[in-house]
């Protein structure tokens, strides 16, 4: 492979991958080389997405990197606005100028679900039987106030429940069909699959890669709390989902799609995700335009994941490290925000942090899975100190990574400096205000999902500063508001009260053969199906105040996004568990 602007990425000879962690012979990035290290196999990585290379590729260096100059950027803007312009348009239409046809396509059959290996889920018989708020869980050392299994459990259901493309024989959701077949088509890839991005059907690339870097992040800190719920494997095959996606959009060395479905289009649009018949189009960057913040972020995820699949699935997990490492590549010589080449994208996931933060938190996962390429560490901490250093972050979110690296770089390197600067993070949220519940709040979109987020980081901060249980207190308050604190719960299907008119149109439609359209938007009742495990928006303001309320979408939202560091933190709630901490 030939990187045009002079980059030079060589990966050879890996160790089997039942070793510590890979080999490597020699390897360049940039100004940053680390040649010698011993190795007893060669094999040429693979760098494209379909099949292996028989020959190693060459980037032959002629430029200095650019993603450790020492000039400083000027397009990037100064200041984060105080109430960040949001992820959705201010105004969803509550009913089309036209009504559209509501008869419904062909589905395709069901096929009963395979018997399960664990306990037997109630989405089946659409019932939920949950009693998590009644006697607390027995562990062999502690009692929880709240069923942390069960509720990892429906999380990953909700995850089954947004699966976009041909569901597997042992789909675990009976009103959930086929979906999207065509995607893809109109650019000749086949881009079916990944996750639908909320309650709407549009795959939006950069949050679902947000989404799936922070599930395999609580997967690797928090792996004893998936084994201790029983839910191991459930949640690795939802991070295969994105990733088996992710590849599929990595079409050349230098392109990745980054978006299927237009978000305006979509939102037109109320109906059952297996009945949609309008056009999809499918949205790439590429060398002409770039996209730093996705294909870091989306390089974040696979590397992430690689560490994961590691044992499970060397093979797979090699081959997404190299598409990680082609991707990183991609971003560092070709940099430009991605929502500027996919204009529609900047509509519903504008990257208004720019894409500083992606690079840094990208080199640090590939640093992460192959440790023994330093170099790539060198460049984590070079951008680190460049970029970032003096940037004060204000949430942990798809679009703004600072905290994440700052905690990611404590754990690498455990320099003191990384230490203070995730300690300060977490001391300043602690402080922000707070609803009466006592949930930290830090803006109207998704306040839940934010308030999961610092809970989960900050629980990873305490296992790399003094004390792991430094900020148990603080997540778990957090994430019991959540489970029910707060006097409601706001997960759909567990514990008291809980939503039942999430903003999702699949679940709002009634069982087939009974047409679905925007009156079922506008209907006052419970969703006829139940959305297990989501994690609704929330309360707008500080004030607490929450309606289960469909038209909603800021209270009701549901979102991939939502759900993973909420998850990520319940897996962190069951190590503490496991540790004898309640």
């Known amino acids: 492979m030939q990187g045009p602007n002079g980059y030079m990425l060589e990966l050879i000879a890996w160790f089997p991958y039942n070793q510590e962690a890979p080999d490597i012979n020699y390897i360049r990035f940039g100004d940053f080389s680390c040649a010698g290290m011993a190795a007893t196999t060669t094999q040429s990585l693979t760098v494209t997405p379909t099949e292996k290379q028989t020959t190693k590729p060459t980037y032959k260096s002629t430029e200095k990197p650019t993603e450790i100059s020492t000039k400083k950027q000027t397009d990037k803007p100064t200041d984060k606005p105080t109430e960040k312009p949001t992820d959705k348009p201010t105004e969803k239409p509550t009913e089309p100028t036209e009504k559209p046809t509501e008869k419904p396509t062909d589905s395709p059959t069901p096929v009963p679900p395979t018997k399960p290996t664990q306990k037997p889920t109630d989405v089946t018989t659409e019932k939920s039987t949950d009693k998590s708020t009644e006697p607390p869980t027995e562990s062999p050392l502690c009692k929880t106030k709240y069923d942390y299994s069960d509720v990892l459990q429906k999380s990953l259901l909700f995850y089954e429940a947004q699966r976009s493309g041909k569901l597997p024989l042992d789909n675990r959701i009976p009103w959930r069909k086929n979906s999207t077949l065509n995607d893809g088509k109109d650019v000749g890839h086949d881009l079916t699959g990944g996750y639908f991005d909320a309650g709407d059907n549009v795959k939006f690339g950069f949050p679902m890669a947000a989404a799936t870097t922070v599930l395999a992040w609580g997967m690797i800190e928090f792996a004893d709390g998936y084994k201790a719920a029983g839910e191991y494997q459930h949640g690795l095959d939802a991070i295969k989902w994105a990733t088996d996606y992710f590849l599929k959009c990595h079409t050349a060395d230098n392109e990745f799609y980054g978006q299927v479905g237009d978000g305006d289009v979509d939102h037109a649009f ?258 006829p199906h139940v959305l297990y495990g989501a994690l609704v928006g929330g309360p707008k303001s500080v004030d607490g105040k929450y309606e289960d309320k469909r038209t909603d979408f800021i209270m009701n939202e549901v979102s991939c996004d939502y759900n993973a560091g909420f998850q990520s933190a319940i897996a962190g709630l069951l190590h503490y568990q496991i540790e004898g901490k309640c």
């Open 270 to 527: 109320w109906g059952r995700a297996s009945e949609i018949d309008h056009e999809r189009p499918a949205w790439k960057i590429d060398a002409s335009k770039p996209g730093s913040d996705l294909a870091g972020e989306t390089s974040a995820a696979l590397a992430a994941a690689s560490i994961i699949f590691k044992e499970a699935e060397p093979d797979y997990s090699n081959l997404l490290l190299q598409h990680a490492i082609t991707l990183y590549d991609f971003a560092v010589v070709y940099k430009g925000k991605y929502s500027d080449s996919i204009p529609n994208a900047g509509k519903f996931y504008k990257s208004w942090s720019g894409y500083w933060d992606e690079l840094t938190w990208a080199a640090a996962w590939l640093y992460k899975a192959a440790p023994k390429a330093p170099f790539l560490l060198d460049a984590a901490e070079k951008l680190y100190s460049e970029h970032l250093k003096y940037k004060q972050a204000h949430e942990f979110s798809w679009d703004d990574k600072t905290a994440g690296v700052k905690i990611l770089l404590a754990d690498l390197t455990g320099k003191q400096e990384y230490k203070i600067a995730a300690s300060d993070f977490c001391n300043r949220i602690e402080n922000k205000p707070k609803t009466p519940a006592g949930m930290v709040f830090i803006q109207q979109w998704g306040s839940n999902r934010h308030a999961a987020n610092v809970a989960f980081v900050c629980m990873v901060a305490g296992k790399y500063l003094k004390d792991e249980s430094m900020y148990e207190s603080f997540a778990r308050k957090q994430i019991h508001t959540l489970l029910g604190d707060a006097g409601r719960s706001y997960v759909v299907g567990f514990g008291n009260n809980p939503p039942t008119r999430p903003h999702h149109a699949s679940a709002s439609c009634p069982d087939r053969p009974t047409a679905c359209g925007w009156n079922d938007l506008n209907k006052s009742g419970p969703n």
